[in-house]
């Protein structure tokens, strides 16, 4: 979906902006199953509710309040509970209804020490310790770390909302069956673990040692379970020369493979799903891949060519099971770790085509530093990158040993970078004290500095060269750190009255960051009921959000309330900038802003008073949208409030 969405889903904005409950239709995610099963950590809660058909109860047109218990929530329950929750559907259904509430009950409404009426007839209570709000049962014991914490809050739904705790609420006893004991280490007559099998099976003695080296020894032959994909010694002897003895000298890259091969949870050749993605130990997914009468398990390091070949399945371990594999499965990480030979100053400095960039380093005496401490990541300029610069910016920079050495600074980041870490909108500190952003345009990766306008951006043409004190990307545009100028002090005059908080990092991207603020669950609801908040929440695209208060939409007048499903759409997408990100110090005086409708908006100041608007052409000047918070950071952009609906023209 593009920014531009279907006219048809702008009917649901036009009913809540009206103030109406929304008809979702199928654009709508359902506050129990579909909700739970489409979010990933809240597996058991999906299973259950589908266990006792609370999935279908739960999900009619009356609006309840859900206090989602997470997957760790479960996990937390006395050993055997849950699997005698599973055995005993009235005794898990009691639980289910005590985590919800008829009604809409936002965070704002829960109250300390009060009672809540719970769907299965019994109260619980919020309760309220120093920043954190609990919501506990009877059941629940008094202390922090046994109360139910309320750890995310007003998450929108279809038909009411939902917070997520930590802990499962327990009604007063009795109210869980006998748990189930847990099976011995014997079970179904396996008495060896994980790593017994593997250390004791010709054939992984490279695994075995592996294991052992990266100090997993104990966590795999712990009670789990675990599924692991077992490298073979010959899938490690078809890795590229060097790289085992590299991986053995270096224990986060082996530990980051190995946690690749494991899976929590027991997973038999018969769940595994042609095409579909297994969420591995180390955070990252593998894909089964299924050709001809073969089955792989692929990392999105492993080459179509190359991929691991299930060659033995589902062999059984009292901790676990274990699928043998004939390729070692390579994360979508860091490359394959390889031996270097050579520094960073000799690589720059021996390899054609860096000529200006090894005289500058010497130049600022930089050459003994980056040859023999470190490690570095360098963004490496090519000397076509110098050569796109005006006689004028290269003067700028590199005629004094000062500017000379800032600016080759602001192109080295400490520790090795790779750049399957450089995230799409994220921040990277650089040596000297300023932050470049990672830009992502389709297949593309760029590495800006707040200097480098937005067509004239560093794209990194080469990446993750070795060195031995580093990694090297080449850029084909010198990186500009935040220039000092009369410019930038006359921005900050005429913005005077917001925060300049761009190089902080950023947390959410644009529509989750609308929905963690309170003011903003009109315009987080209208978002979510339009699907737009898949858009904003893209990592390969930018915006600028200027984002109405719950008070703006209330203060629309009915006499300007869009007539018609075109004319909702055009207010809404008359809020957003697509493709540039504006901070409050590039809103200048008098600008047009060209918004996401087609339509232009204006940034209007009162510089004695020390205020920002943006205007639209339907707003009159005497109640302008009025920017009364800036430079909310997000991942893929920035979000300023306003304190009025912005209206395009008629």
Known sequence: ?????????????????????????????????????????????????????????????????????????????????????????????????FHAVEGEVYSSDLECTNLVHMANGKNSRTVCSGEKIFQKGSGNADDDDSMPEIIDTDIPACNGVIHVVNQVMLPPPPFLPAPVPPPSPTHNGHSKNIVEVVCETSGFTK??????????????????????????????????????????????????ILLFHAVEGKVYSS??????????????????????DKIYQKGDGNADNAMPEIIDTDIPACNGVVHVVNQVMLPPMDPVPTVPSKNIVEI??????????????????????????????????????????????FDALFTDLSSLTNTLLFHVTPGKVYSSALQCTKLLPMENGKNSRTVCRKDKKYQKGAGNSQDERPELVATDIPATNGVIHVVNRVMLPPPSSAKEQNNSNNNNSTNNNHDQDCSYNIADLVCQKRELTTLCRVLHDTGLD??????????????????????LPAAKAPRDLDGALNILLFHAVAGSVYYASDLNCTQLLTMANG?????????????????????????MPEIIEANLNACNGVVHVVDQVMLPPN
């Open 599 to 623: 339509k232009n908006s204006r940034t209007v100041c009162r510089k004695q008073e020390g205020r920002v608007f943006q205007k639209g052409g339907g707003n009159n000047r005497q109640k």
């Open 271 to 292: 769940d595994l799903q042609c095409t579909e993605l297994v969420p591995m130990a180390n955070g990252k997914n593998s894909r089964t891949v299924c050709r001809d």
């Open 348 to 393: 720059a400095c021996e390899t054609e085509g860096f000529s200006k960039l090894c005289s500058l380093i010497r130049a600022a005496e930089l050459e003994s530093e980056w040859s023999s401490s470190g490690p570095w990541t360098v963004f490496a300029p090519n000397d076509a990158a110098f050569e796109n610069l005006s006689q004028g910016t």
């Open 1 to 97: 979906m593009t920014l531009r969405a279907s006219t048809a889903l702008s009917y649901v904005w036009l009913l809540t902006t009206l103030g109406a409950r929304s008809a979702l239709g199928d654009h709508c995610t359902q506050i129990t199953a579909d909700w739970a099963c489409q979010t990933p950590g809240f597996s058991i809660l999906c299973k259950a509710l589908y266990l006792t058909n609370l999935d279908h109860a739960l999900d009619g047109p009356d609006p309840y309040t859900i206090f989602a218990p997470t997957d760790d929530a479960f996990d937390n329950l006395p050993q055997g509970v849950l699997d005698a929750l599973y055995g005993d559907i009235p005794a898990l259904t009691n639980i289910l209804l």
């Open 534 to 555: 898949l858009v904003l929440n893209k990592d390969q695209d930018e915006y600028t959000l200027f984002a109405p208060t719950n008070g703006a939409f209330a203060k």
């Open 207 to 256: 695994l075995c040692a592996a294991i052992q080296a990266a100090g997993l020894e104990s966590e795999l032959s712990a009670s789990g379970p675990f599924t692991i994909f077992a490298p073979t010694d010959e899938a490690f002897d078809n890795l590229p020369p060097g790289v085992l003895e590299a991986l053995s000298g270096d224990t986060a890259a082996l530990t980051n």
